[in-house]
Nanobody, 126 residues
């Protein structure tokens, strides 16, 4: 069982930055690939960024590539999402999630993920 708790959301002006954090419980954190997903009002949840269990592989949605950076610290059971150059269309609830995958793998599919946090709201004003 893995419990995930996100933090770091808030209100920011367009062009600003936020850093989301996700704290994971359990001693097997390094066995899980991690993902960040987001859901805007009236829209489906979408993949934002993913990182392999080692941290050596990352993937990003095209909409955030070059602006967002996912990272993890397996010694602290933490995963992060650094968000720069934020746009109003980045406004959403952001969720972190975990999934057991092979060493190099990342999943972009939310249905693959086993555990989810409660989400943190990010609002970007224009």
């Amino acid at each position: 069982q893995v419990q995930l708790v996100e933090s770091g959301g808030g209100l920011v002006q367009a062009g600003g930055s936020l850093r989301l954090s996700c704290a994971a419980s359990g001693r097997t954190f390094s066995s899980y690939a991690m993902g960040w997903f987001r859901q805007a009002p009236g829209k489906a949840r979408e993949f934002t960024a993913g990182i392999s269990l080692s941290g050596r592989q990352t993937q990003y949605a095209d909409s955030v590539k070059g602006r967002f950076t996912i990272s993890r610290d397996n010694t602290k059971n933490m995963v992060y999402l650094q968000m720069n150059s934020l746009k109003p269309e980045d406004t959403a609830v952001y969720y972190c999630a975990s999934v057991r995958l092979a060493y190099w793998s990342i999943s972009r599919n939310d249905y693959d993920y086993d555990y989810w946090g409660q989400g943190t709201q990010v609002t970007v004003s224009s």
